[in-house]
């Protein structure tokens, strides 16, 4: 069975920055893709950033220049470094992991979510 464990959401002002991790845990040999995806009330969940095992990264227009992705391959993690936060990135942010190699096969997660809320 795979866990995946987000933090690092919160409150925070406009233009401050946080930082989400995701750590993902069970009997695990490797995961080919891992992604920050977000959705706020009322709309659609969206990619935010995602990122390969090689280390290619892809990031939402919106977020560009702000956000950074990064993933550590040997523990499994993947993080999120926000900057210049805006109001309008409100939202939960979910950590998504595909292709996940383990001991039962390849599986797909979703994390719980966390809250990340941007005051004006």
């Known amino acids: 069975q795979v866990q995946l464990v987000e933090s690092g959401g919160g409150l925070v002002q406009a233009g401050g920055s946080l930082r989400l991790s995701c750590a993902a845990s069970?009997?695990?040999?490797?995961?080919?893709?891992m992604g920050w995806y977000r959705q706020a009330p009322g709309k659609q969940r969206e990619l935010v950033a995602d990122?390969?095992?090689?280390?290619?990264?892809n990031y939402a227009d919106s977020v560009k220049g702000r956000f950074t992705i990064s993933r550590d391959n040997a523990k499994n993690t993947v993080d999120l470094q926000m900057n210049s936060l805006k109001p309008e990135d409100t939202a939960v942010y979910y950590c998504?992991?595909?292709?996940?190699?383990?001991?039962?096969?390849?599986?797909?997660?979703w994390g719980q979510g966390t809250q990340v809320t941007v005051s004006s």
């Open positions: 998504r992991c595909l292709g996940i190699v383990t001991t039962r096969g390849i599986q797909h997660y």
């Open positions: 990122i390969t095992s090689g280390g290619v990264t």
């Open positions: 069970g009997s695990i040999f490797s995961i080919n893709y």
